[in-house]
């Protein structure tokens, strides 16, 4: 197996790709600053990450990086998720700029915003859940 992980080495963050013998390491993003909270999808093929407040997409070997959607004014700092079935992808939002998650977003993989839902957390408090918070399909 290999390993894919969000990091750095001498202060070059990136996503990374191991090798089997992990003596050999591959960057895939295009050079992005500080990308983070990867999720690989259940097929093994597409990575979502959070870069710069938004959530990115790309294939395994790098190809096509891009941010999901612009979604003006919305935050994504947290981890993402996939649904099992790799069509969904989940993750906490708030506001721009708030630590503290009021939604979570339900985005479809394909890219199609009409299709996502907005699930607020009202219900939830006191619960907190911020940028450090994992959610999962279940």
Request: no cysteine; aromatic share 12%.
């Amino acid at each position: 197996g290999r390993l894919i992980m969000a990091g750095g080495t001498d202060e070059v963050e990136g996503i990374y790709l191991a090798d089997a013998a992990f003596t050999t390491l591959t960057r895939l993003d295009p050079n992005l600053n500080q990308p983070a909270a990867l999720a690989l999808s259940p097929d093994g093929q597409r990575v979502t990450f959070i870069y710069s407040g938004q959530l990115w997409l790309m294939n395994i070997d790098g190809s096509n990086a891009h941010p999901y959607a612009n979604t003006p004014g919305v935050g994504v700092y947290g981890y993402p998720t996939w649904s099992p079935d790799g069509q969904w992808l989940a993750v906490p939002a708030a506001e721009q700029g708030f630590e503290n998650w009021s939604w979570i977003l339900v985005l479809s993989a394909d890219g199609n915003l009409e299709k996502a839902q907005r699930l607020d957390l009202p219900d939830l408090s006191p619960i907190n859940v911020n940028r450090y918070s994992r959610i999962a399909w279940y």
